[in-house]
């Protein structure tokens, strides 16, 4: 079956619209449509597992600009699912030859991406067991999509990296339908220029980002993060609002200087401090952002160590009345924390990090009016 990257119309203006596919962390679709729709990029068609599905009808629209996605790519062809047998994985080259492979070129520059492609280089992934690995899908696919670009194609069997310049490709099997797309951008989106170092059990970007939107940073407000890590959640609230006044302590001074690193030339302050004794006066924090040392890659340390309850109390003190603060905790007993020292809950968000459950978790300090997640409506989402 044929889906050329012009196949849908744009009915409101009368002219063709690329379908494109925003894949990201499980439990951040409805976030990631939300800084869609608020971005102007363009009409929410369809959400799935990991992706959400637009169309946007803008001639230059720079889907590149997104932070709460993994990556984006133009949706190129679609079959049927090969089904699980060995012999079937040869036949997903058939992608390759349905795609439009000219308007995708002319879409990815016009969308913000390279016009150049120099070499091809393809993941795949699929839903449930196959008699076949991923690599028979890549090579399949690769191979015929490098004879009809008249380039090389770098298989990813080896392990190694492909060259600068390649256009990258993905083939999803979902058990009903194979879908081939091309990477809008150079390179994925969540590998931000400013990562220049990282430690164990750094954050996400784009589930960073994330956080920082369900945040609704102002002009002006103060930003702790009392377990800042390599800086990532500070840097993408700058990103978010640079007119917030940031600050993030940590007891590990690798860590620090890594956060000094990636945060250069950004409105970001980072100090050494115990996040059980906090060097913040009362209530004076407007938004807490923060992946606490519980159960992760990084152990607690400090005061925390010998009771996470100091954390809650230290957050409970320095946050602002209304004030907010969005943490991303392993397992529901931190929330029985906060609510036992009165931060209420506004939204509890699973998400998928790592392969673990995580819970993404929105709270207000008692004294003034609490606002949900930007997007959201106050509730859980499964």
Known sequence: MRISAFSHHCESRGVTAPTLVARCVHGLEATVAAEIVQLGLGAITHLGHREVHFRTCRSRSQVTGLRTADDVFLLAAQCADAGTAKKNAGALARLADAADLDALTRL?????????????????????????????????????????????????????????????????????????????????????????????????????????????????????????????????????????????????????????????????????????????????????????????????RGLLAASSSRWWAELRRVLAPGGTAVVLLPDADGLAMAIGRRLAPVHVQRVRVSGAQSFLVQLTAPGGQGRPASGQGVAAQP
């Open 108 to 300: 990815r520059e016009s969308h913000g991406g390279s016009g150049a492609v120099t070499g091809v280089e393809v993941s795949a992934s699929f839903l449930g067991r196959r008699n076949f690995t991923r690599y028979d899908v890549e090579d399949a696919v690769g191979q015929a999509l490098a004879r009809r670009l008249g380039v090389d194609y770098h298989s990813r069997r080896a392990g190694t990296a492909p060259p600068a310049g390649y256009g990258g490709w993905r083939v999803t099997l979902d058990g009903t339908r194979a879908t081939l797309m091309l990477r809008v951008a150079d390179r994925p989106l969540h590998r931000r220029a400013y990562k220049r170092c990282s430690i164990p059990g750094t954050l996400h970007p784009p589930l960073a980002a994330g956080m920082a939107r369900m945040a609704g940073i102002r002009p002006g407000d103060t930003i702790l993060d009392p377990c800042c890590g390599a800086g990532t959640l500070l840097i993408e609230a700058a990103m978010q609002q640079p007119q917030a006044r940031l600050y993030g302590v940590d007891l590990d001074v690798r860590a620090l200087s890594a956060a000094e690193e990636n945060a250069a030339g950004l409105p970001v302050a980072v100090g050494r401090a115990d996040a059980g004794r906090l060097p913040f006066p009362d209530g004076g924090v407007d938004r807490v952002l923060s992946n606490p040392p519980w159960g992760g890659q990084v152990a607690a």
